[in-house]
């Protein structure tokens, strides 16, 4: 069903792209059609779908029915049981929601509403190939993760949303909106050090930093690194099971996508960055701080990436570790890696490459499968 998925956000993007050359409509106009129709597709998908697909879904429904015995004041304070007692703002906006509807059918509809504005409007103000990043979004397993995990979606949405607060430099818009994040999943606290890093101008910084972390990891035991974590009173106590050293082996094959993905933009991050400037620069009234914000947000998306998948050769060991690399990763992602296929593609005249790039993610993710109990995907009429 999700291969469904991916070719209906094909056929619609052609049809859009076709209808913009007949129409001669203008580029933005296009961009955003493609947007909200993409946008659109993935929402359908994700608020029709059955309790039964995704690994934690069940429970969160089962969670959501019980909170008809709760008040507000009492989620707030509640010890008694487990998952309520973790993340209590989320059960508090399901509790909210539960006044509207008290079938978990209000949770499911809402949660994908906020995750594909917020991923769709990221996408658009990326200035990054519409139809690129969804079915990266969905090949790469960030949709089915969305499906199952919905406290750390809704933490993600936030983070799409304040990605815009740190490039327009508003300190206070994007605290809050993480202090949302913090509140919806703890784990996105680490998110917090965006705001600094968008300041950062040397990207060797976290180069040697990686560097230095991936000898640690594989010249010691990966126990004595968790060990020494569980020292840290806040992670010892909230993420213990992040911490289980579980086989992390389906973890290989994303961290090697991503390192591949790390070194190509590496070798060639001087003459991406100087090619999406130019592009910015050749429009017309562009202005000159305008091209400076650019260049840092290149300078951000970049550490954000080293920074991912330093988290997710982590997360080969701790296999629960990857969903704190999306925080950083799937943003990186939808930002650089259409930019550094549009650059090859001008410059090497590789004009197919978007399309060689997109089948070989179609066939990992066929070989693979959508994972997080997704594969069996139903609506919830049946």
Request: aromatic share 18%.
């Amino acid at each position: 069903m999700h291969i469904v998925l991916v070719v209906s956000l094909i056929i619609a993007v052609i049809f859009i792209r076709f209808s913009t050359n007949f129409n001669s409509i203008k580029k933005i106009e296009t961009r955003k059609s493609e947007t909200i129709v993409c946008g659109l597709i993935v929402f359908l998908y994700a608020s029709l779908r059955g309790e039964s697909v995704g690994i934690d879904l069940e429970t969160y429904s089962k969670n959501f029915i019980e909170l008809k015995y709760y008040s507000i004041l009492e989620i707030i304070n509640i010890s008694s049981s487990y998952t309520l007692s973790r993340d209590t703002f989320f059960w508090v906006f399901m509790k909210v929601l539960s006044f509207l509807s008290d079938s978990p059918r209000i949770m499911i509809v809402v949660i994908a509403a906020i995750v594909t504005y917020s991923i769709s409007k990221f996408i658009y103000h990326s200035k990054s190939d519409v139809l690129f990043c969804f079915i990266l979004f969905v090949c790469l397993r960030y949709f089915s993760f969305t499906l199952t995990g919905l406290r750390a979606a809704l933490a993600l949405s936030f983070i799409f949303l304040s990605l815009e607060q740190i490039s327009k430099k508003n300190f206070l818009n994007f605290a809050i909106l993480i202090l949302y994040a913090c509140l919806s999943h703890a784990s996105s606290i680490i998110f917090a050090l965006a705001y600094p890093i968008f300041y950062v101008k040397r990207t060797n910084i976290f180069i040697v930093f990686f560097s230095l972390i991936i000898i640690i990891l594989v010249f010691t035991n990966i126990n004595v690194f968790t060990s020494i974590l569980s020292f840290i009173p806040f992670i010892d106590n909230r993420f213990y099971d992040y911490l289980q050293n579980t086989d992390g082996a389906s973890g290989n094959v994303i961290f090697l996508i991503y390192l591949s993905i790390m070194i190509s933009i590496s070798i060639n991050r001087h003459r991406l960055r100087n090619f999406i400037l130019k592009k910015l620069s050749d429009k017309p009234q562009i202005n000159p701080s305008d091209i400076s914000n650019e260049n840092r947000k290149f300078i951000l998306y970049y550490n954000f990436f080293v920074i991912g998948t330093l988290i997710s050769f982590v997360g080969i060991f701790i296999p629960n570790v990857f969903r704190v690399a999306y925080f950083f990763i799937i943003p990186s992602l939808f930002y650089l890696l259409p930019k550094l296929i549009s650059y090859h593609q001008e410059k090497n005249k590789l004009k197919s490459l978007k399309w060689i790039v997109i089948t070989l993610l179609l066939i990992q993710f066929i070989i693979i499968g959508p994972g997080a109990g997704t594969e069996k995907y139903v609506f919830f009429w049946q």
